[in-house]
């Protein structure tokens, strides 16, 4: 590498580093440990199965019909961090769940998930942010079938 571009490499990542340690980034975030059991009682309670089904958890049973119904947990390349998942919960219009086209899930920017802000306990969100996070799991990576080359 050129100087320059060396220079220029080294200007860009201080760029994106700086916007990272803003003060309204997430960072020195940290969540306790939640306890998912009473995170499941939670899901119930606050009725997020009107709109959500969990995979791998039958018993939790929908309770509504909504246009449209997001599936959380089951099997995905990452699992989001607790960060992400409190944010879907508290800030939902932020980042738009993946795979619906967001007309089904929002009306312009905004998320048609209820707002919770000012009915649930942060006792309550940390359990349901465990709970929800014990949900997802690591899809399984298949490895690509190659032909033996003669
Ligand atoms: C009125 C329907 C509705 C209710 C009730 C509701 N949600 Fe949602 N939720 C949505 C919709 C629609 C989306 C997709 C749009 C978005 O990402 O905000 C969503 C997205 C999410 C996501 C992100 C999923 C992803 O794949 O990124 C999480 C996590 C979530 N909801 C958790 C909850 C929890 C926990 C509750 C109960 C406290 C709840 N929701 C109640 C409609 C609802």
């Keep these: ?9 080294a200007i860009l990542l201080l760029a994106i580093s700086g ?27 606050l009725q997020c199965n009107a709109c959500h089904v969990i995979s791998g958890k039958p018993d939790i049973k929908q309770i509504a019909s909504p246009e449209v119904t ?4 089951g099997q995905v390349q990452r699992i989001q961090t607790y960060g992400e998942l409190l944010t879907s919960i508290v800030n939902p219009s932020h980042k738009l769940a993946k795979g619906y086209p967001d007309a089904m899930i929002a009306d312009g920017e ?6 919770y802000n000012s009915a649930m306990t942060v006792e309550q969100l940390i359990d ?13 990576y298949v490895p690509t079938h190659y032909q033996p080359y003669y």
Excluded at 1 to 9: C, E, I, R
Excluded at 128 to 140: D, N, R
């Design 1 to 9: 590498m050129k100087y320059a571009q060396v220079l220029v490499t």
């Design 19 to 45: 916007c990272e340690m803003g003060p309204k980034s997430g960072r020195g975030f940290s969540l306790p440990e939640g306890d998912p059991e009473k995170g499941a009682t939670t899901f119930v309670d």
């Design 70 to 73: 997001v599936e959380l947990g």
């Design 110 to 115: 905004r998320s048609k998930m209820t707002n």
């Design 128 to 140: 349901l942010v465990t709970f929800l996070q014990g949900a997802y799991e690591i899809k399984p």
